[in-house]
């Protein structure tokens, strides 16, 4: 066995090549974090996917017991070196030198820097580990669990989006208009943004940030989730053509970064996205009465038990599946687009004497709602 230490017991890492030194642990909330060369969120799958692969890995040959001297093995000065520290704070890190390649038996020379001895692994092992910290960075801009968001703001260069969970897990608009929400089209939004990656890394310390179009900020999503205290803020800057992207960084960091163009365009939402649509939602097995209005005939449909009857112009029994039709029509009908908010000039629209109207009953003493 090269490193005898489970994944499990890891709590610091350090990975050395090139004289760059690498060095990511476990904090306080048990999230992995780079803590040299860089403060930044650790890919935690990478990392621990790069420990089980190193804990699999076996001594392929034991070479020499008590060599001379190192260097033909490429480890008087180690191209890489690794340490790996436990949770248990008195032991000592489990370090490994690592040296050069030998061709011919398709392994590389490594041995402990408290032990003589030198031996062989397999030249795979080497693939495993980071050849740069940009490698072991999380790519995932945001971090949050959808169903535990409460409320979600869009600021927008036009209008500023604000919605809010209800308590049965719908959504609401509050800004910049008081309306019910398609919380399908926001529940979409969350995945859309927790799946948002960083396409590339820009900049740790930028000095300035209106090279990036982040210093007047006219774009930006907030999350408020709840149990949390302060919410996250991603801001986006102006494009990238040549790179295909967006410049972006989150609030109360100094990274940027850059995201593609097409995952820029699945966040890209006006209110009339976010609004629901639907004109009249009802559950079909609630209906008992329907009543279509023309200028010259109306029609009234009544369900009695489980069947539905033609009452007027004549009374008949009626065809069982033209009325669900009809109601799951009328059930899955949205609104194409918004001509008027107040809806206060009727005529013009033709609504004052309306070619048609559609009331449905829910109960016998008055109308549930008319289109």
């Known amino acids: 066995t090269v490193v005898s230490m489970s994944p499990s017991e890891i709590q610091k890492v350090g990975f050395i090549k090139s004289g760059q030194q690498i060095r990511c642990e476990l904090d306080q909330a ?5 803590i040299e060369p860089i403060k930044y969120r650790a890919d935690e799958e990478n990392l621990k996917e790069i420990f089980n692969k190193v804990r699999e890995s076996k001594i392929k040959e034991f070479v020499e017991e008590d060599p ?32 050069g390649r030998d061709d011919e038996k398709r392994g590389v020379y490594a041995k402990y820097p408290d032990k003589k001895n ?5 030249e795979g092992f080497v693939s495993y580990l980071p050849k740069g910290v940009e490698e072991l960075r999380d790519r995932y801009l945001l971090h949050f669990d959808p169903e535990k968001v409460t409320r979600l ?52 310390e930028p000095k300035d940030l209106q090279e990036y179009g982040l210093a007047a900020i006219q774009q930006g999503y907030t999350i408020w989730e709840k149990d949390r205290k302060e919410p996250k803020t991603l801001l986006l800057g102006q494009e990238n053509s040549s790179k295909s992207g967006i410049y972006a960084k989150i609030e109360d ?30 559950e079909v097995d609630e209906i008992v009465k329907i009543t279509l209005r023309y200028p010259d005939k109306e029609i009234l449909l009544g369900k009695e038990e489980d069947d539905w009857k033609l009452l007027k112009p004549q009374e008949t029994k009626a065809k069982y599946v033209k009325v669900l039709d009809l109601l799951w029509e009328l059930n899955g009908l949205k609104f194409k687009d918004i001509t008027s908010e107040e809806g206060t000039m009727f005529p013009e629209y033709g609504l004052d004497k309306p070619q048609l109207q559609i009331s449905l009953w829910k109960g016998k003493e008055q109308p549930w709602d008319t289109l």
């Open 30 to 34: 048990r999230q992995w974090t780079i």
């Open 68 to 99: 001379g001297e190192l260097t033909r093995y490429g480890l008087d000065y180690p191209s890489q070196e690794l340490a790996f520290w436990s949770k248990n704070k008195e032991s000592s890190p489990v370090r490994l030198f690592i040296g």
């Open 118 to 122: 030198v031996f062989l692994i397999e």
């Open 153 to 204: 703001g869009l600021r927008q260069p036009d209008e500023d989006i604000i919605c809010t969970r209800e308590k049965d897990h719908s959504w609401r608009l509050d800004s910049p208009i008081k309306a019910k929400a398609d919380t399908q089209e926001i529940d979409s939004l969350l995945n859309n943004l927790k799946e948002l990656k960083v396409k590339e890394f820009v900049s740790d």
């Open 253 to 282: 960091q100094p990274n940027i970064f850059l995201i593609g163009q097409e995952d820029a365009q699945k966040i890209v939402k006006k209110v009339f996205d976010l609004r629901d649509k639907t004109l009249l939602a009802f």
